[in-house]
């Protein structure tokens, strides 16, 4: 597909970084009416680029999920092999990309109105899946994450063109504030940070691991965090973390004894679909960014997904 507007967050062009202010509403459905979130939480994503609902998901659900993600990471091989990616020292298992193509169980939870409805609402829009995983960050040596906003990577590497994306990340074991939580930099989804450097070929292979294309410069996360502050919420099991595309966030390393699991969904409006990427000579695999898409998610027939 090619480009077919004005690319509003050039990045990876510019010798220096630039900040430009978001063209697109967080929440993009004017009507709160019929909301599936009451007005009190719908105002706090729409002002901190994040929120954390608890108890999405019941303690039988999640188990089902959590033993699920744990043989897809016992048993690497039955997998696409090039969905696996290792840590970059430890060697142990750190993503399996694509769950939902290689999942039954995980396809119906990427289509669950709990996520996907809500997802449907905010973007106002039919929906389908950019991009998925399990993230698994072990105990002892789950290595850590640098700031970076999702979008300037799925804008510069994949070709999304506008803001109207949001992430959906379900917890599959208690959070603890001492194992490397997700950080979030509150209000910072209002402004784009342009990142420099070119994309290099294939810098998908090293980024999964390690990032080091497409983070901002020091002086923008630091003019980000005076303004909005860190919050690192640390959910117990079933919650359900959603995250603007834009929105600043990291992770440090788990020296800690306890594991931290989560199935991660990226949800893309569907007149959001992928173009060409805007700063990289080639889009990346599609197990990673999806471009075969044949249409929006079907929902979920009631009584598929109930275990109970």
């Known amino acids: 597909m090619q480009q077919v507007g004005k690319d509003l967050y050039q ?6 970084p630039q900040r430009i202010a978001r063209q697109e509403p967080v929440v ?36 089902q999920m959590r033993s699920t993600a744990e043989a897809m990471r016992a048993h690497p091989a039955s997998l696409a092999r090039e969905t696996v990616i290792s840590e970059p020292d430890a060697g142990a298992v750190r993503s399996v990309f694509a769950p939902h ?27 389908y899946i950019h991009q998925s995983r399990l993230n698994y960050k072990p105990a002892f040596t789950g290595k850590e994450f640098y700031w970076h906003s999702d979008f300037e990577t799925w804008h ?7 803001m109207r ?9 208690d959070n603890h504030p001492q194992a490397g939580p997700v950080m979030f930099v509150p209000g910072s989804q209002k402004q784009f940070i342009a990142c420099v450097g070119e994309t290099p070929d294939e810098n998908y292979k090293s980024s999964l691991k390690r990032q080091r294309t497409g983070i901002p410069d020091r002086a ?17 099991a079933g919650s359900v973390v959603i995250f603007d595309c834009n929105t600043l966030h990291a992770s440090s390393g788990n020296i800690t004894p306890f594991e931290r699991m989560n199935a991660f969904f990226v949800f893309n409006a569907w007149s959001n679909r992928l173009e060409q990427p805007f700063s990289a000579s080639r ?11 044949d249409g929006p998610l079907r929902p979920i027939v009631r009584g598929q997904w109930d275990i109970s």
């Open 165 to 173: 994306a949001l992430s959906m990340s379900v917890m599959l074991t």
């Open 101 to 127: 193509r290689q999942s039954d169980e995980f396809d119906l939870i990427s289509r669950d109105p709990r996520l996907a409805g809500l997802a449907r609402f905010i973007l106002d829009d039919e929906v």
């Open 28 to 63: 993009h459905n004017g009507d709160w009416s019929g909301a599936p979130l009451n007005r009190d939480a719908l105002t706090a994503f729409d002002r901190d680029g994040f929120l954390v609902l608890e108890n999405v998901f019941s303690p039988r659900e999640v188990e």
């Open 156 to 162: 510069a590497e994949d070709g999304m063109p506008r």
């Open 283 to 293: 889009p990346r695999p599609e197990h990673i960014a999806h471009r075969r898409v």
């Open 11 to 16: 990045t990876r062009l510019a010798g220096s």
């Open 220 to 236: 923008s996360i630091s003019a980000m965090v005076e303004a909005g502050g860190i919050e690192a919420p640390a959910p117990k």
